[in-house]
């Protein structure tokens, strides 16, 4: 049975999240029920995938990886367009396909996730960009963000910044690199953050991000950051700030699948 | 009777164009009906308002301008905040507003007017993007489409470039600029055409990208756009694009009234 690996973009706003759900519509479920029009899966004629990481409802994906076991041997090419075709007019598009050996894992085998966050500062409400952004008004200081940033990176236990609700075994994780790049628009300026590290923890980029901002803003010296992370504690924690802005931007393997 | 300049960006595709229609959504239309939420307008308690360009249904704005005028003095930034609260939920934003002088006029005064196309090439159907760019699936050669693009610079009759339905008084226009860039994005390669001139004939710039597409695929010499001006001739033009593409970037004044 030929395993395929997926790569996946998508607009968060019209699912509930990556994660199937019973009554909800989901990413996970759309891409499953494109395969079972390619071919009855092996549960009652349904397919399972599993993923890199599930993103919660809203957030967007770059380049999610996903995988999927096939009885029948499609070429790569054939299957991202024929997936493609059964998943319009969804927002969900297979940008590449390629097959890996049965053991890969999109979960198991991935070694780094990157995440890209976009802020956009203006008074008036984003047009094009609704929904792809977090939107705010208040000026926002880069170095100060940046400052605030460098306390996070490393290995910590991150209990401040991961939901309540957060089920990996320990809040103990490496971030590997937080950069913050401001970008002038024709109206207003957008802040993107982008992040890099082996596995995160639950709303943990949505923690940093709204903590972060909190400090662009002047409301919190760089330096709370560093009590913050230290205090290991959810109440210690700024404001989580909303899903639309986050993207899943990338996931690494110790060989890319997609690569030749 | 004081006078305002407005500074407008929308997402074209909810509504029939800019200019105002008995019985479709205009962005006209839409920033007239704000306008008499906050005073009664000269003619039955509406309001006219005078645009830079009249952009065709699903053109997008980044900077139109547009000229109002009001029985009441108002703060120019308070203005602009209480037209973006009753534009809410349309994809219409004021992002900047100024008094000028009564003899001001957002047309007439104008002096150059500057449009991006977004030109998105790959296999997979956009998702964050899906209305805000022309996608095809060929890739598209970027010196040919410049080699094509000079062809089109300077002062020529554009007649093969502008609708039928075009009713300027003169084909004849100074093309100042064309500039084409390549962006590499995760998925897919963008191409971004930028066009400067005075003024604009009806359909110009989408019939001379979708003219240059066709040099960029292969199908047209770069030569033979030199020969499609020279034909002044609808029938030499080749395939209009469609609007999701196309930007009003900007126009320009003799001073710009939105400065200081």
């Known amino acids: 049975m030929p395993r395929y690996a997926l790569k996946v ?10 994660q199937r759900q019973a009554d909800q519509p989901s990413v996970q479920g759309a891409i499953e029920t494109a395969l079972a029009k390619l071919e ?3 549960q009652d004629g349904a397919h399972t995938i599993a993923a890199a990481g599930r993103t919660d409802a809203g957030v967007h994906a770059l380049a999610q990886v996903a995988h999927c076991d096939l009885a029948r041997d499609w070429e790569a090419f054939r299957l991202m367009e024929a997936l493609n075709y059964h998943l319009k007019p969804l927002p969900v598009a297979i940008v590449d396909a390629a097959e890996v050996g049965e053991d890969w894992h999109a979960r198991f085998s991935a070694r780094e996730r990157r995440y890209l966050f976009r802020l956009l500062v203006r008074r008036a409400p984003a047009t094009h960009d609704k929904g792809l952004v977090w939107q705010v008004k208040n000026p926002l200081d880069l170095q100060a963000m940046r400052d605030g940033a460098a306390h996070l990176v490393g290995r910590h236990d991150f209990t401040t910044f991961r939901s309540t609700m957060c089920q990996a075994d320990s809040p103990v994780k490496t971030l ?4 913050i790049e401001e970008i002038a628009r024709e109206t207003g300026v957008e802040f993107r953050f982008r992040l890099r590290a082996r596995s995160f923890l639950h709303n943990q980029v ?3 991000v709204g903590t972060l901002e909190r400090v662009g803003a002047g409301s919190w010296p760089a330096e709370r950051v560093k009590e913050a992370l230290r205090a290991a504690d959810r109440a210690a924690c700024g404001p989580v700030c909303p899903p639309e802005g986050l993207y899943l931007a990338g996931v ?9």
């Open 9 to 18: 973009e998508y607009h968060g706003a019209p699912f509930a999240g990556w």
């Open 40 to 42: 009855p899966g092996p």
């Open 176 to 179: 590997d690199e937080i950069t």
């Open 206 to 208: 949505r923690s940093i």
């Open 252 to 260: 690494g393997y110790p060989e890319d699948p997609f690569e030749g």
